[in-house]
């Protein structure tokens, strides 16, 4: 006879417990929040691409309205400026048809006088011998056989050069350079001139 449990089947091979290939429910939370985000985000992404898209496109729109308003008040104020300019710019004296645009050699007074008419409104040099001069009116005469010219020399840009002419006596004869303009119906003269420079 054997010994006693020989009879008994060998013991079979043991069953070993492996790894879980997924956690228990509780026991590994992080990797579920984990996996929800990156799920969470594969979603969204999409959407947040489209919206800031859309947003790109807007401000691309928004930049080209303001360049387009930029070049309107530039054009604007060009033309301002011009039409300033224009209104700035000193006006063209009326000339009557026929009349010369300027007279570059020195007159006589009788010469101006005798061409009065052709030479009104137009620059002229004129010469004479001085007459009374006028303090209360800035102005002084010029004398001749044929008439008086009458000088008004209250816009000359030489303030001392007025001061002389009111101040001094004049016995030199006179070189005006000036605008011939009609008399103001009170004076003698019968052609006025507006100086722009006097020499004596």
Same mark, same amino acid.
């Given at each position: 006879?054997?010994?006693?449990?020989?009879?008994?089947?060998?013991?079979?091979? %043991? !069953?070993?417990?492996? /790894?879980? *290939?997924?956690?228990? #429910? =509780?026991? &590994? @939370?992080?990797?579920?929040?984990? $996996?929800?985000?990156?799920?969470?985000?594969?979603?969204?992404?999409?959407?947040?691409?489209?919206?800031?898209?859309?947003?790109?496109?807007?401000?691309?729109?928004?930049?080209?309205?303001?360049?387009?308003?930029?070049?309107?008040?530039?054009?604007?104020?060009?033309?301002?400026?011009?039409?300033?300019? %224009? !209104?700035?710019?000193? /006006?063209? *004296?009326?000339?009557? #048809? =026929?009349? &010369? @645009?300027?007279?570059?050699?020195? $007159?006589?007074?009788?010469?101006?006088?005798?061409?009065?008419?052709?030479?009104?409104?137009?620059?002229?040099?004129?010469?004479?011998?001085?007459?009374?001069?006028?303090?209360?009116?800035?102005?002084?005469?010029?004398?001749?056989?044929?008439?008086?010219?009458?000088?008004?020399?209250?816009?000359?840009?030489?303030?001392?050069?007025?001061?002389? *002419?009111?101040?001094?006596?004049?016995?030199? @004869?006179?070189?005006?350079?000036?605008?011939?303009?009609?008399?103001?119906?009170?004076?003698?003269?019968?052609?006025?001139?507006?100086?722009?420079?006097?020499?004596?």
């Amino acid at each position: 006879m054997g010994m006693p449990g020989a009879w008994m089947k060998e013991p079979g091979p %043991k !069953l070993v417990n492996s /790894p879980r *290939l997924w956690p228990r #429910p =509780g026991n &590994s @939370p992080l990797l579920v929040w984990v $996996l929800l985000l990156l799920l969470c985000t594969s979603c969204t992404s999409p959407k947040l691409e489209e919206e800031l898209r859309k947003e790109n496109q807007a401000l691309k729109a928004e930049i080209t309205a303001l360049k387009e308003k930029v070049a309107q008040l530039e054009a604007g104020q060009q033309q301002l400026a011009g039409q300033l300019a %224009k !209104l700035t710019a000193p /006006p063209e *004296l009326s000339q009557p #048809p =026929g009349a &010369s @645009p300027g007279v570059t050699e020195p $007159l006589s007074v009788g010469q101006l006088l005798k061409d009065r008419d052709r030479l009104m409104g137009t620059r002229v040099i004129v010469q004479g011998e001085p007459g009374p001069v006028m303090m209360h009116r800035k102005s002084l005469l010029l004398k001749s056989p044929q008439g008086l010219v009458e000088v008004f020399f209250g816009n000359l840009p030489d303030k001392k050069q007025m001061h002389r *002419l009111t101040s001094q006596n004049l016995t030199r @004869p006179l070189t005006v350079t000036g605008t011939v303009q009609p008399p103001s119906g009170q004076d003698p003269a019968t052609v006025r001139v507006i100086a722009e420079a006097v020499e004596f």
